[in-house]
């Protein structure tokens, strides 16, 4: 699976842990910033790329990793057809997928041990859309997207 991956300055050491462990599984990961933990970066404009990149690649993913993974998950949801959802644990990591179809995992570092970040992800990657009663709701959250999207 090709995975955009993004953070801003105080999500980069997780990204670069959680990259290295994407491409052992066999993924392809594209990491579009920051470059650094030392500079400090807007990251909505991370959040931009990361969105924009799933959006042009159907079938893609993308993680966001910051602080409180709160910014990211605002930015990145502005992107039509982008489902970023910011999540703490392995539960959410499931529902988000199930429930949600989720194309973006936002995660904060201030929150979530290395461990868990880990196995949030994997979880996140392998989960699948359950559909059902929950493709009616993700057609109506589809609904409102394009109808404030014009």
Known sequence: MKIFVGSDHRGFQLKKEVDGAL??????VID???DNETEPCDYPEISLKVAQAVVKHPGSRGVLFCLSGIGHSIAANKVPGVYAALVYNREAAA???QHNDSNVLVL?????DQASMLDIVKIWLTTEFEGGRHLRRKEQIQSIEREYSK
């Open 95 to 97: 529902l988000c997928r």
């Open 108 to 112: 904060g570092s201030k929150f979530i």
């Open 23 to 28: 491409k052992e599984l066999g993924h392809e």
């Open 32 to 34: 579009l910033g920051a």
